[in-house]
Nanobody, 123 residues
Framework: QVQLVESGGGLVQTGGSLRLSCAAS????????MGWYRQAPGKQRELVAT???????NYADSVKGRFTISRDNGKRMVYLQMNSLKPEDTAVYYC?????????????????WGQGTQVTVSS
């Protein structure tokens, strides 16, 4: 079973920065994409950023220009650098990975999630 473990969350003031890290229990070369989602109290989980093996990125409009996603497959890690943080960025941030498992003549997608790390931005 794939395990994703996040770290790096915490309390920061408006305008500050945090770097989230996600460590995978197995090679990340098979994960496509990897990324980050977040869930604020009373809201649905939403995409923050994803990064494919071919280096294509997808960012939520609300974080474009402030957040940067990266991955180091050799270290089995994915990162989220968050700058210019705002109170509305406060949420639990979840690491995400998709893997395609061979099944018969095709592949079955499997989604994996970390346990989440809290990010709180004070005003």
């Amino acid at each position: 079973q794939v395990q994703l473990v996040e770290s790096g969350g915490g309390l920061v003031q408006t305008g500050g920065s945090l770097r989230l890290s996600c460590a995978a229990s197995e090679s990340t070369f098979s994960f496509d994409p990897m990324g980050w989602y977040r869930q604020a109290p009373g809201k649905q989980r939403e995409l923050v950023a994803t990064l494919t093996m071919s280096s294509n990125t997808n960012y939520a409009d609300s974080v474009k220009g402030r957040f940067t996603i990266s991955r180091d497959n050799g270290k089995r890690m994915v990162y989220l650098q968050m700058n210019s943080l705002k109170p509305e960025d406060t949420a639990v941030y979840y690491c995400y990975a998709k893997k395609y498992r061979p099944s018969g003549l095709g592949f079955v997608p499997e989604n994996y999630w970390g346990q989440g790390t809290q990010v709180t931005v004070s005003s």
